[in-house]
Antibody
């Protein structure tokens, strides 16, 4: 069965960087794009970017341009979200989600990683 | 910036009621619209894609309609387990913008 497994909660300081993993299993890793979505406390869903695990090509939301990088490691079936120059506004739960083939829907989601940015 | 605007932002309805949530795109997106349900404390779950196609396993009381800029999610007979927040999302191309969400409660 399909699983996207994310890491545990992180507490970090303003100005720091974070690198969040999303490990996929149960399907052919390179056949499905992966999206990243975040949700600030009490707020809605915010799309951050998408990566093609086969080619490594990524597209980012305009609001994160220059601060976010998506990469993948095909040897471990893991996608990574790098976000730098953190501020308190980056405090959120970060989700990875698989793009279903042919439908455009996010059919499987990771459990989310809670990130707290605080001095 | 591309906008997806949902209305209402919140609503309260009784079990058995028919509930309708609307989503408007700032530009035409054809039928590339999905609806997600997020129960409290849970991960979002896909309900509908291509504006009106029900995801496998989703109860038939959920339905979607619309194309272009105006879309609707309907719950034909509200059940207690439908409590949560509902989001629309466009996916014709990047950015894959979500609506701001509609919080649904039971009266």
């Amino acid at each position: 069965q399909v699983h996207l497994v994310q890491s545990g909660a992180e507490v970090t300081k303003p100005g720091a960087s974070l690198k969040l993993p999303c490990k996929a299993s149960g399907y052919t890793f390179t056949s499905y794009f992966i999206h990243w979505v975040r949700q600030a406390p009490g707020q809605g869903l915010e799309w951050m970017g998408i990566i093609n695990p086969s080619s490594g090509a990524a597209t980012y939301a305009q609001g994160f341009q220059g601060r976010v990088t998506l990469t993948r490691d095909t040897s471990t079936n893991t996608v990574y979200l790098d976000l730098n120059r953190l501020t308190s506004e980056d405090t959120a739960v970060y989700f990875c989600a698989r793009l279903a083939a042919g439908t455009g829907a996010f059919d499987f989601w990771g459990q989310g990683t809670r990130v707290i940015v605080s001095s | 910036d591309f906008q997806m605007t949902q209305s209402p932002s919140s609503l309260s309805a009784s079990v058995g009621d028919r509930v309708t949530i609307t989503c408007r795109a700032s530009e035409g997106i054809s039928h590339y619209l999905a609806w997600y349900q997020q129960r409290p404390g849970k991960v979002p779950k896909i309900l509908i894609y291509f504006a009106s196609t029900l995801q496998s396993g989703v109860p038939s009381r959920f339905s979607g309609s619309g194309s272009g800029t105006d879309f609707t999610l309907t719950i034909s007979s509200l059940q207690p387990e439908d409590v949560g927040t509902y989001y629309c999302q466009k996916y014709n191309n990047a950015p894959y913008t979500f609506g701001q969400g509609t919080k649904l409660e039971i009266k």
